[in-house]
């Protein structure tokens, strides 16, 4: 069954660092995601991807964040000038397509900050 | 989007069959509703999903009566792998962004 895969699975990084997350999606899916988890609270949706350009955005992904699908499989997340509120899980996942529900999630990179 | 109402946590047995009820008071003519688990440090896993009336697959059933503004999702016969997080999401259906609430956390003893 094919599934999403993440790199790196936990990350360590000092505050003020960049670090850029990667996701390889589900081949023939179109539509990719990120979410966050801080321990012990809700997942939370960051952003959507579609078609090379953002499609939709929470008011958490500000200027610190950005996506990019470098080539055809990968997806990546970078966040600049990490703060200690972004340690956290951060989960990618991707979908056939717009408006289903049923997203594929990864199993997370867990992201450190000190 | 339509704010959803589940229970905190719910304990069972092995065997056994659960039900958890998810409220949505508000909920829309296009929302559909869906379910997803979450074990520890994973990610969510889809379910199930439904509009009305009954939806079952391999997993779980899902019961939706004729108003909609709850839905019961229900595991027949759960073991101790079930343990998890269980979250009930309500949405529209042009928006591609899953709203989770804090979920209902199923503890299955043996």
């Known amino acids: 069954e094919p599934e999403v895969t993440q790199t790196p699975s936990h990350q360590v990084t000092q505050m003020g660092q960049e670090v850029i997350l990667r996701c390889v999606p589900i081949s023939n899916h179109l539509y990719f995601y990120w979410y966050r988890q801080i321990l012990g609270q809700k997942v939370e949706f960051l952003v959507s991807f579609y078609n090379n350009e953002i499609s939709e955005k929470s008011e958490i992904f500000d200027d610190q964040f950005s996506v990019e699908r470098p080539d055809g499989s990968n997806f990546t997340l970078k966040i600049r000038s990490t703060k200690l509120e972004d340690s956290a899980m951060y989960f990618c996942?991707?979908?056939?397509?717009?408006?289903?529900?049923?997203?594929?999630f990864g199993p997370g990179t867990r992201l450190t900050v000190t | 989007l339509a704010k959803t109402t589940q229970p905190i946590s719910m304990d069972s047995y092995e065997g056994q069959e659960v039900n958890i009820t998810c409220s949505h008071n508000n909920i829309a003519t296009n929302d559909y509703i869906t379910w997803y688990q979450q074990f520890p440090s994973q990610g969510p896993r889809f379910i199930i999903q439904?509009?009305?009336t009954k939806v079952t697959n391999e997993v779980a059933s899902l019961f939706i009566p004729a108003d909609r503004k709850s839905s019961t999702l229900s595991l027949p016969r759960v073991s101790l792998s079930d343990t998890a997080v269980y979250y009930c999401l309500v949405g529209l259906g042009w928006t591609d962004k899953l709203i989770f609430g804090t979920g209902t956390r199923l503890q299955v003893f043996p």
């Open positions: 439904g509009y009305k």
């Open positions: 996942a991707s979908s056939p397509g717009q408006g289903s529900y049923e997203q594929y």
